[in-house]
């Protein structure tokens, strides 16, 4: 049986504050990267979204993490003692010993600024291996502690699927953590199945500090990030530019436009859209993404409209500063005649240009214009042979990995 609404459940949809915002930039650019970025370039970029406001950053998971967050909050806290940056690390319970090998040299008076979080908590938990392991680390002296719940959701959620969640929180809360995320980890969910979700975990942990990881890998990442907040989840997720693995997560970017929209605001943040963008930028730049021209808010032409009368934002009366450019497309009459009247400072009252003349003009101009497409046809095929390059020559794959390990022991 699927789920249900709680009883009076009522979703919010604007003026409300969250309780934070996690940033996955760091760790999932690093994870969907399919090169290995020197650590000088992760703390470049990590300053920079401190930087610009982000207090809450999911730094890593790789075995190199740990001294790397090290420098990192070093690095802060000697530019602002008072520093209240926190990073994430995303320890999972199939692999966790080597890592807490790391963490045990990590200083004192620093583990206030690091939160471990814990992933796959139900992996042998007939042995208790999440109890066992949560101590050792507070025994180390870590105090902020948050779970990862990852989950399939390709089926919905029925009473046995959120019987797992539950059981999985449960167990968490039992050990005095109150922030969990809902990983939404094969991104197959769909809003309505993440609505009714997000109402009942609220109705049973009211208490709980609740957020979702959304992949977009459906499209569907950032509606999900949306749902759940309108729903009752107090904590939001994205990355700058969309970063996240596979198709990535709701950009950062596009989600402070909306709550800019929507008076949704977060606690103790106050994000500068001109600096967001930045960052998204040195994002790209830092995992050697290939910018998306058109992504929303950010993308470099993604302002740029088509000029002429068939324009359906300036028919509609909207006021945002677009720059416009000019195709066959837009070659109407009446678009030809307002830009002869304007190159010769004539007003509307005059005559608009004889028919021959708007002929004349628009000729030259697809003549123009078909000669720009061949020289920008060739230049596109040179840019999408070297991205073909970019992302084959020099990536090991598994089975590269195979063959340079038999070398290896032979």
């Not at 970025?37 to 930087?51: F, G, M, T």
């Not at 290939?290 to 088509?306: C, H, L, M, Q, S």
């Amino acid at each position: 049986m699927f789920l249900d609404f709680p009883t009076g459940h009522k979703p919010r949809f604007e003026n409300f504050e969250l309780a934070g915002f996690l940033d996955e930039t760091m760790r999932e650019g690093a994870e969907r990267c399919p090169f290995s970025i020197p650590a000088e370039k992760k703390l470049k970029l990590a300053r920079k979204i401190s930087d610009c406001g982000v207090r809450d950053i999911v730094f890593g998971s790789a075995p190199s993490d740990p001294e790397l967050m090290q420098q990192f909050i070093e690095e802060v806290k000697s530019d602002n003692p008072q520093s209240n940056i926190r990073l994430a690390f995303i320890l999972l319970l199939n692999c966790w010993e080597p890592l807490y090998d790391k963490f045990r040299s990590f200083p004192k008076e620093l583990m206030d600024n690091v939160c471990i979080s814990f992933g796959m908590i139900d992996y042998k938990s007939n042995e208790q291996l999440f109890q066992r392991v949560f101590h050792k680390f507070h025994d180390l002296g870590f105090r902020h502690f948050r779970v990862s719940l990852i989950n399939n959701f390709k089926s919905g959620v029925d009473e046995a699927t959120y019987t797992h969640i539950t059981r999985q929180i449960d167990a968490s809360v039992s050990l005095g953590i109150d922030t969990v995320r809902i990983n939404d980890s094969l991104g197959v969910c769909y809003p309505e199945t993440m609505a009714v979700l997000a109402a009942n975990l609220v109705h049973s942990y009211p208490r709980l500090n609740f957020c979702v990881h959304a992949h977009d890998d459906k499209g569907l990442g950032l509606q999900n990030a949306m749902t759940s907040i309108y729903n009752g989840f107090n904590l939001i997720e994205g990355g700058f530019s969309g970063f996240g693995n596979r198709s990535g997560l709701p950009a950062v970017e596009v989600l402070e436009e909306i709550f800019s929209d929507k008076n949704i605001r977060i606690q103790g943040m106050d994000l500068d859209p001109a600096r967001l963008r930045q960052v998204g930028y040195l994002a790209e730049e830092t995992f050697l993404v290939v910018p998306n021209v058109y992504r929303a808010v950010t993308g470099k032409i993604v302002n740029w409209e088509n000029l002429g009368v068939a324009n359906i934002p300036d028919y509609l009366g909207d006021s945002r500063r677009a720059r416009r450019f000019l195709t066959d497309v837009g070659t109407h009459d009446g678009t030809l005649n307002n830009i002869l009247e304007t190159a010769s400072e004539s007003n509307k009252s005059q005559s608009t240009a004889s028919n021959n003349a708007l002929s004349t003009f628009r000729e030259s101009l697809h003549e123009e214009m078909a000669n720009v497409y061949e020289i920008k046809r060739e230049l596109y095929s040179s840019i999408t042979e070297s991205i073909g390059k970019l992302y084959s020559e020099g990536v090991i794959f598994e089975e590269d990995a195979i063959e340079k390990a038999r070398r290896f022991v032979a």
